[in-house]
Structures are given as structure tokens and as C-alpha cells.
């Protein structure tokens, strides 16, 4: 806790490092309420590490860490461990040269109830195999995600701010050179929204594009508002797999679905990519958390 009256610790930083290493259980580390500045790492060490604060706006961890003269990304909170869950908290960063509020590599992580907030172009910075994502808010200004993983976001919400005076703003951005269907985001249950923060006009908004020569995604039973119109910015890679099923809202009509997206037209076809099938998620997400394995009719 912030006061440490409660606790053995004020800072997350000092649980995180007095947590045992390689652990094969679980080892919760409760956040109290308040605001945390502080840039956290959970080590490769780090195995089945649970951080779990007392809900949004509430728990914070914050940081305005910046890169200004390199590539890589500045994190307030970095996840290299694997098995590891973060729930119920804000996770902030308010730098604005290459500053992400999560950066996660480490396999097997699951964020429930959190909401992510970034400053400059990426709030997500994804690698590697198995991501699972429920019930978190995403802000920010460009790329909200973006990675080389394999990766699955159901009932979120993501808040993409007109920020860029080009007319065009994307939420999505993946990396990857490797023709391997198993990297890829798949979106679920979720909302798409555009935020007016300014008197920028946007355009469109458009949900992916490429950094890499591959894409893969897939989007089912989400919402889109009105001026999230667009699918891919740019030209597709020449391997791109890109799928609806049963997106509702403005920005979901069938005149705004490019000819290279292929429409899902069934509950079986749909069920190729849900949770139980893409991320195998039956086999190693938490009983703790909520999540919908199947695509239901």
C-alpha cells in the first residue's frame, strides 16, 4: 500500500523483487489503492506472478518513461515472466517519445479489468505466444496494439484519440515477417470508438495495418462506431488473412468491407478463432478470470 500500514511494502517495485523466483504457484501481490510512479519489470524470473489492485481508477501504476533517441519502447509496466496475470488497476504513461504504458513478451499473460492509457503512438507493445486480454480499456493516440504475437482481446473497449492531422488514424499494428497463422490478434465482444479531443478531422479511422509482410486478423461480434470505416490502411501484405462475423454498428456495414476480408458466414466457420481454438485458452487460462471459450449462435 501507498502508506505501508498496511503492508510490507510501499513501493510495487519492492513486492515484485522480494516475490520468489521461477515459482510453479501462484503468488498474488495485492496493490492497494492510490497512484504508483514507478516504472515496474516483472523479471524472466518472475513465473505465476499476479498483480491485482482494487479496481480501476483506483489502483494506478504510472510513469513517464521515454526513449527519445532509440527504437525500443519505454514501459511503465514490462512483463518478461511468463504466466503472468494483471487485474483490476490503471496502467498510465504520459512520455511522449516511445513511452507505452505495457510492454508484455512474457508467454502466457492475461490482463482482466485493467485500463492501459498511452501518450505517444503505441499504449501496447505485444510479443510472443498467448496474450489474453478481457474486460480492459485502451486510450490512446495511434497503434493501441502492436506486436508480432498471438493474441486475443474479448469485451474490450478501445478509445482511439483524433490526434493526427493526416486524416487517418489506425488502432492496430502488427510486425510480423513470418507466414505462421498462429500470430495474430482476434477481437471479441468488443467496441471500437473514435474520441474528440480536438478539432482535428479524421476521415477514417481504420482498425489494422502492417509493419511486417504478414497480417492476421479477426474480428467477431464487436462494435463499431461511425467513423471506424476503414479495415487495413495502406496495401495489404500479399499474406494477409483478415476475417468478420457478425460486427454490428455504424462502422460495421457491408459497403465498408474491402473484397481481400473474408465475411465469416457461419457460427462454425466463426469458430475456427475463438478463444477455445486460437489460444487454446481451456487449457491455460485462469479459472480466475472470466472469458467466453465458444462462439455461440
Request: net charge neutral; charged share 20%.
Amino acid at each position: 500500500s501507498k502508506d505501508g500500514r498496511k503492508s510490507n511494502f510501499t513501493t510495487v517495485t519492492d513486492a515484485v523483487k522480494a516475490s520468489p523466483n521461477y515459482s510453479q504457484l501462484r503468488v498474488c501481490i495485492h496493490i492497494g489503492e492510490g497512484e504508483y510512479n514507478e516504472i515496474v519489470t516483472i523479471g524472466h524470473e518472475k513465473t505465476n506472478l499476479v498483480l491485482i489492485g482494487e479496481g480501476i481508477g483506483k489502483t494506478t501504476l504510472s510513469s513517464n518513461a521515454s526513449n527519445k533517441y532509440g527504437s525500443s519502447a519505454a514501459a511503465t509496466l514490462r512483463v518478461i515472466g511468463g504466466e503472468f496475470l494483471a487485474q483490476d488497476m490503471t496502467i498510465r504513461n504520459g512520455g511522449l517519445h516511445n513511452g507505452v504504458a505495457v510492454d508484455s513478451s512474457g508467454r502466457a499473460s492475461v490482463f482482466f479489468r485493467c485500463k492501459l492509457e498511452g501518450a505517444a503512438d503505441v499504449t501496447l507493445s505485444i510479443d510472443g505466444d498467448l496474450h489474453f486480454y478481457r474486460e480492459c480499456h485502451f486510450y490512446g493516440k495511434k497503434n493501441l496494439v502492436v506486436g508480432l504475437a498471438r493474441a486475443f482481446f474479448q469485451k474490450c473497449q478501445f478509445y482511439l484519440e483524433k490526434s493526427h492531422p493526416q486524416g487517418k488514424i489506425v488502432f492496430f499494428s502488427q510486425s510480423s515477417h513470418i507466414p505462421a497463422y498462429k500470430f495474430g490478434f482476434v477481437f471479441h465482444l468488443c467496441e471500437f470508438y473514435v474520441v474528440n479531443k480536438s478539432e482535428i478531422e479524421v476521415e477514417t479511422a481504420f482498425i489494422g495495418s502492417s509493419l511486417g509482410n504478414y497480417t492476421f486478423y479477426v474480428i467477431m461480434e464487436s462494435y463499431l462506431d461511425p467513423t471506424v470505416t476503414g479495415y487495413f490502411l495502406g496495401t495489404p501484405p500479399n499474406v494477409t488473412y483478415y476475417a468478420t462475423f457478425r460486427n454490428v454498428g455504424p462502422g460495421a456495414t457491408k459497403a465498408n468491407v474491402p473484397q481481400f476480408v473474408h465475411v465469416l458466414e457461419s457460427v462454425e466457420a466463426a469458430s475456427h478463432y475463438s478463444l477455445r481454438r486460437f489460444l487454446l485458452g481451456d487449457n491455460w487460462i485462469t479459472k480466475a478470470v472470466d472469458y467466453d471459450l465458444d462462439i455461440v449462435e
